[in-house]
C-alpha cells in the first residue's frame, strides 16, 4: 500500500495535533500545511513528524 498515516506536529508548541494519510511513494518530502493551533490558538505552520 502506498498511502501511511503520518501526525502532524505545529512548528511554534510543538504539540501533534492532526493525523493524516499520504502517499509516501508520489511525495517523499515532508508535508507542510498552515492549519490551525488550539494551543497558540492562531494558524501556524504544522510539520510531519518523522
Known amino acids: 500500500m ?3 498515516g503520518i501526525t502532524l ?3 511554534e508548541c510543538k504539540e ?3 493525523i493524516t494519510k499520504k ?3 508520489e511525495h517523499p518530502e515532508k ?3 498552515k492549519k490551525f493551533c488550539s494551543k497558540s490558538r492562531k494558524h501556524t505552520i504544522h510539520i ?3
Open 31 to 33: 508535508l507542510e500545511v
Open 9 to 11: 506536529r505545529c512548528k
Open 48 to 50: 510531519e513528524k518523522k
Open 16 to 18: 501533534e495535533n492532526y
Open 23 to 25: 502517499n509516501k511513494k
Open 2 to 4: 502506498g498511502r501511511e
